[in-house]
């Protein structure tokens, strides 16, 4: 079955300082992957995916992943945050070409001033 | 374009009664809605995958009869907690996709807090 890890429960950095959020996943062909962003009050964001190609993908307010296969890894990264990215992250994957979604535990965001 | 609502936003309600929340997609047609259930600082449950005009297809664990969905529309799909309890109280959260976005994007509703008392 396909599982999704993060293993940071909660982050805190500095506004204007670097991030990367981790995502493993669990799956024996290469999955569809996803971030999603959470904040209070609103619906999950996307802010990006992978289908195929570029390992390396660009999503929304300013943050990219890159897709290793090797690593089973999907790392999110901003080079540097600002206080309304606070927020809760989501790595989630698909089998190739199926709806369904299975999503990590979260990641807690919190920017220090 | 691509927004989902939800509503209600919050409800509070008794032990034994039954709660209907609504899902609309409200400018595209959604093929596919799907229901989450999350817990206070957990991920997002899958409950149940919904089609138009047919019946849901509901997760390993998830009481059929306690969660029924309906999907009347291309729009509309709704989950009623029927008898809830206060185990039931939680944030449920749909989603909705359509074969414009290539059936793999799922669009997210911002969910409905709710409490048995």
């Known amino acids: 079955a396909q599982s999704v890890t993060q293993p940071d429960i909660h982050i805190t950095v500095s506004e204007g300082a670097s991030l990367e959020l981790r995502c493993n996943y669990s799956y024996g062909a290469t999955p569809y992957l996803f971030w999603y962003v959470q904040s209070p009050g609103q619906g999950l964001q996307l802010l990006l995916k992978?289908?195929?190609?570029?390992?390396l993908v660009q999503g929304i307010k300013g943050f990219e992943a890159e897709f290793k296969r090797s690593q089973s890894s999907f790392n999110l990264r901003k080079p540097s945050v600002h206080w309304s990215d606070a927020a809760e992250y989501f790595c989630?994957?698909?089998?190739?070409?199926?709806?369904?979604?299975?999503f990590g535990q979260g990641t807690r965001l919190t920017i220090n001033p | 374009g691509a927004v989902v609502s939800q509503h209600p936003s919050w409800v509070i309600c008794k032990s034994g009664t039954s709660v209907k929340i609504e899902c609309r997609s409200l400018?595209?047609?959604?093929?596919?809605m799907f229901w989450y259930r999350q817990f206070p600082k957990q991920s997002l449950m899958l409950m149940a995958t919904s089609n138009e005009g047919s019946k849901a297809t509901y997760e390993q664990g998830v009481e059929k009869d306690k969660f029924l969905i309906n999907h009347a529309s291309l729009t509309l799909s709704t989950l009623t907690v029927t008898s809830a309890h206060p185990e039931d109280s939680s944030f449920y959260i749909c989603?909705?996709?359509?074969?414009?976005?290539?059936?793999?994007?799922?669009?997210f509703g911002p969910g409905t807090r709710l409490t048995v008392l």
């Open positions: 989603s909705a996709t359509t074969r414009l976005a290539g059936g793999n994007e799922q669009f």
């Open positions: 400018d595209f047609q959604a093929t596919t």
């Open positions: 992978y289908f195929s190609g570029d390992t």
């Open positions: 989630a994957v698909a089998r190739q070409g199926a709806q369904k979604l299975v």
